[in-house]
């Protein structure tokens, strides 16, 4: 396919030259020379990709398309679709990366010439690799479907001799996903390093329903070496607690044949371990009945009724109850138990109502009589999809033979590690804390079999406890509440501090309103687009930066700068282990940050305890020259009503606000410093205002606990 055949979006363009796509839009309309569209449909146009590039250079737009930018825009606009795209991607860089002096070999003939010797080459390291064709995930591509592909297949070598094979796949397979995500349902970073770390270090790791391999790729570390091509050697039998280094062997299974080829791919790119994929449902056609893995990660479909309730009724794998067909979670439970060594470890996300229905209480009781059920551990909101739901973790170990059974549960419930009362959110959990509440519990109960009380956090409870006619096994059901305010000392603290700033807000009170003297239409506007073009500031968006150190730092969030509070999320990690981290956009003295979604009005100056925070996503931040723009005058007006109605777009179901649309007065500097005073004012009274409210709940809340528990006196 020659490379001309590349066809780009509207939002495509957008990205290569760095505009929005209002822009491009406007581009379409007022040059007669922009190219013409040759594929999509009249509201989802497509342009040739070459055709768009000459065009952006000689308009000065763009001094040259980056490598990645190019290869990705190949990839998604590829005939066959991106999935198969990504596929034939993942074959060619496994064969840059297991014999590059071959692949260097075949980049160097003819395109039809190097796609009629590719699927050779192609098997010589995919059978090694994944395993004979009749087994594995990943099918060797045919001549006609990687003639198609043989340009993309040279740019992505190119884009893994600058970045690395493993690195430059998951880009392209970070971007397919982050484009596409109402197709998957993925198990984000966080969960996946918890549930890793819960595990531990294992020889064999196994996930029954491996989806893109997120849960295996936190399990497995990335390969440091160089390969030679030569094959692992087989695994050797391991013994509890005596392997401590990179996984020799995982296994997955996958039910969709296409997130199972992109799974081996990604796993076999990451780590030198054998990589065993098979494509199949692993509870009606389980591919590994002979396998006794060290550890089992699953993130198991939810709420499945069709899942084999009928045909499995006499299942081996049922040894602690046969499942209720609304219970196909413990199916799967069931099922990571059976593929386990004795003493092999399993964790499992599962949806909450697993640990309280009543249809699955026979099955939960026999789990805890026999030892098997060691940990549940309640997740924050947020934690993963369904992001409205507080998923709970499942964490089990094979009993050993002739093993007396556990006699106490480990709960744990880690809403008030989330980094934001209330449980936090999808993107401003603190995972670091959460990770550290769960492995401060896990370890020593691992350990000792029990572990000392933390009130509202965790605790170990006697089995016999919890057998009732329920069983339910909810953490927040068993732990015993912080106390909200705390003792009766700490309940008086709280209301002289809530006295205090009462006062404080009738001090700060602003006085009454009075006409103003002049008509604010007479006033000359401007808006914000305007004084960026002219230098008067300087616009950034925020929602990106990674971070691999401790020393990253806190994410100044939306709910931040709504809410009034201090920065409270963090930097994810990059996309793939070895990547490196991206810059993020930080915060300084004086900036004005603002929402762009849910239509209303906030902006938030910036002070030098906030100065340093990266700006989160859904943000806009606007850095004023102090010598023409004073940050509170600019502040104040951006928060008028009218003002954001005006600039807000209304097109799909989330407003979003077009910051470069929001008008302000042309006024000298004295005149925009007393209208600062007035907006900073009203800011001090309404953060007394915050403030307020929050001490006023918590006394409230302290005293209904104080109350109910005895603890204050009626």
């Known amino acids: 396919m020659p490379d001309s055949a590349a066809e780009v979006t509207a939002a495509g363009i957008a990205r290569l030259a760095g505009v929005g796509r209002a822009a491009v839009s406007n581009w379409r309309r007022r040059h ?37 930018e190019r290869v990705w825009q190949q990839l998604s606009a590829h005939p066959d679709g991106a999935v198969t795209a990504l596929a034939h991607v993942g074959c060619a860089l496994l064969l840059v990366r297991e014999r590059p002096t071959a692949w260097l070999e075949l980049a160097a003939v003819s395109d039809e010439r190097m796609a009629v010797m590719l699927p050779t080459a192609l098997e010589a390291v995919l059978t090694p690799r994944l395993g004979p064709p009749d087994a594995r995930a990943v099918p060797t591509p045919g001549v006609p479907d990687l003639l198609r592909s043989v340009p993309l297949l040279r740019g992505a070598a190119e884009l893994a001799a600058e970045r690395g094979t493993h690195q430059a796949y998951e880009f392209l397979i970070g971007r397919h996903l982050d484009a596409n995500p109402r197709q998957y349902t993925l198990t984000p970073p966080g969960p996946a390093a918890l549930m890793a770390a819960i595990a531990g270090p294992a020889a064999t790791l196994l996930d029954p329903a491996c989806g893109t391999g997120a849960l295996l790729r936190a399990g497995a570390r990335p390969d440091q070496s160089s390969r030679t091509g030569q094959p692992v050697q087989a695994v050797q039998p391991v013994q509890a607690g005596q392997f401590g280094g990179q996984p020799t062997a995982v296994y997955a299974q996958e039910a ?93 996300l599962m949806p909450p109502a697993a640990a309280s229905r009543r249809s699955g209480r026979r099955v939960r009781a026999d789990l805890l009589r026999r030892g098997a059920l060691r940990a549940v551990v309640a997740l924050p909101a947020g934690a993963a999809p369904p992001y409205g739901i507080p998923l709970h973790l499942w964490v089990l170990r094979r009993p050993e033979a002739a093993e007396r059974p556990a006699p106490e549960l480990l709960l744990v419930d880690t809403a008030e590690q989330a980094g934001v009362a209330g449980g936090g959110g999808r993107d401003r959990i603190d995972w670091t804390a959460v990770q550290g509440a769960v492995l401060d519990a896990w370890l020593p109960f691992d350990h000792e079999g029990t572990v000392d009380e933390r009130p509202g956090v965790s605790r170990s409870v006697p089995v016999i406890a919890l057998l009732d006619d329920d069983v339910d096994l909810a953490p927040a059901r068993h732990l015993p509440p912080p106390a909200a305010g705390g003792s009766a000392a700490e309940l008086a603290d709280v209301r002289e501090r809530l006295t205090d700033t009462l006062r404080r807000t009738g001090e700060l009170t602003p006085p009454p309103a009075e006409p103003a003297a002049a008509v604010p239409g007479r006033w000359t506007g401007t808006t914000v687009g305007e004084l960026a073009r002219a230098g008067a500031l300087e616009l950034r968006s925020g929602g990106t930066g990674t971070s691999t150190g401790p020393g990253a730092p806190p994410v100044l969030t939306e709910h931040d700068v709504l809410a009034g509070t201090a920065p409270s999320g963090s930097l994810p990690e990059p996309s793939g282990p070895g990547d490196e ?8 003295a004086g900036d004005v940050v603002v929402p762009v979604l849910g239509g209303g009005s906030a902006a938030r100056v910036i002070d030098a305890a906030t100065a340093g925070a990266a700006l989160g996503r859904n943000l806009q931040l606007l850095r004023p020259d102090p010598a023409a723009l004073d940050p509170w005058f600019l502040a104040g007006f951006l928060r008028g009503t009218t003002n954001n109605r005006q600039a807000s777009s209304y097109a799909s179901t989330a407003t979003r606000l077009d910051v470069r649309r929001l008008q302000l007065p042309r006024l000298p500097l004295a005149d925009q410093w007393r209208y600062g005073d007035r907006f900073r004012a009203l800011a001090s009274f309404e953060d007394a205002l915050r403030l307020a409210g929050r001490l006023g709940e918590q006394l409230v809340r302290g005293l209904y606990d104080g109350l109910t528990d005895g603890t204050v006196e009626a």
Do not use: M
């Open 256 to 348: 969709d044949p296409d997130l199972a080829a992109l799974a081996a791919l990604r796993l076999a790119l990451q780590s030198a371990a054998d990589v065993h994929v098979r494509t199949g449902d692993s509870l009606r056609a389980d591919a590994f009945p002979q396998l006794a893995a060290d550890a089992v990660l699953c993130h198991p479909p939810f709420n499945e009724r069709n899942w084999g309730h009928e045909e499995l009724a006499y299942d081996p794998r049922w040894e602690y109850g046969f499942p209720a067909r609304t219970e196909s979670e413990l199916a799967w439970v069931q099922h990571a138990l059976a593929r386990l060594r004795p003493g092999g470890i399993a964790v499992l």
């Open 581 to 588: 981290p991206v810059e993020p956009v930080l915060v300084a």
């Open 32 to 68: 007669a020379d922009f190219p013409k569209p040759v594929g999509g449909t009249d509201t989802s146009p497509s342009f040739a990709l070459a055709d768009v590039e000459g065009w952006l250079r000689a308009q000065g737009k763009l001094a040259e398309v980056p490598l990645h």
